[in-house]
């Protein structure tokens, strides 16, 4: 449905760390299924020793649910544009609750995200969700919080 190119107009990520590859699926406002192929030249792994073992090439967790929760903020950048709105600043995923991961995920894998939107409360979006592997459940996302904050109500220390 939705291209990579697509996906970087949408939302504010930009290489290394659009973690999208492609929209498989929507029901607008709702729900989104989106996909991700770990490739070996992903950033993560770029300081690892030679020789090292499978399991050394493990995708982050974090990283996981970094994509995961980007497939949330494309089903709501696309529903802020169908509002003829701009977003009022960064998304942020805030909180995440009740996650579980089952198996852990290497280069060469697809991985599909599926993301539901539980509840659109004002600038803050409530999703669930989960993420599978040639249909092998592989993570569980049972809450997550995203927020969109105008920049200047945003404070970063060093």
Request: glycine share 8%; aromatic share 8%.
């Amino acid at each position: 449905m939705l291209e990579y190119a697509e996906l970087r107009g949408l939302i504010p990520h930009a290489h290394p760390m659009l973690l999208v590859d492609r929209v498989l699926e929507m029901e607008p406002y709702e729900r989104i299924v989106t996909s991700k192929t770990i490739s070996g030249s992903e950033p993560c792994y770029a300081g690892l020793a030679p020789g090292l073992g499978h399991q050394a090439f493990a995708y982050p967790p974090s990283l996981l649910m970094e994509s995961w929760g980007q497939g949330g903020a494309v089903l709501w950048m696309l529903r802020v544009a169908a509002m003829e709105a701009k977003p009022k600043g960064p998304l942020i995923l805030a909180a995440m609750r009740d996650v579980v991961f089952h198996r852990s995920v290497h280069p060469g894998d697809t991985l599909r995200h599926v993301v539901r939107v539980d509840q659109y409360v004002g600038d803050n979006v409530i999703m669930s969700g989960e993420t599978y592997l040639d249909g092998d459940l592989i993570a569980e996302v049972g809450y997550a919080i995203a927020v969109m904050r105008p920049s200047e109500q945003l404070s970063w220390s060093a």
